[in-house]
């Protein structure tokens, strides 16, 4: 039993040293993109790189504006469709 006790807190100790290694590869590689923030680990083990906060402000105003087109143009052609099916008869 002990001896299990012993492989697992090995086995803890290298998952330790691997997360240390995979957030410094994480940090170079990151400051090459300028749109994301510094990765950081959560206390689950999730890894969460986040995007600039200005870039997902405009990413949602671009977001609800393709919307308001897309709700625009469906009503629009929907319209369209009555008009010339009542046009018909």
Do not use: C, H
């Not at 999730?46 to 087109?69: E, H």
Request: without cysteine; hydrophobic residues 35%.
């Amino acid at each position: 039993m002990s001896e299990y006790m012993r492989e697992k807190k090995k086995t803890a100790a290298e998952n330790a040293e691997q997360e240390k290694q995979l957030m410094k590869a994480l940090y170079k590689l990151i400051e090459t993109y300028p749109n994301y923030e510094k990765p950081y680990l959560r206390k689950d083990g999730d890894i969460v790189i986040p995007l600039d906060a200005v870039m997902k402000q405009n990413r949602a105003a671009f977001s609800g504006l393709a919307t308001v087109f897309s709700e625009f143009m469906k009503t629009d052609i929907e319209g369209q469709r009555k008009r010339y099916s009542t046009w018909v008869k």
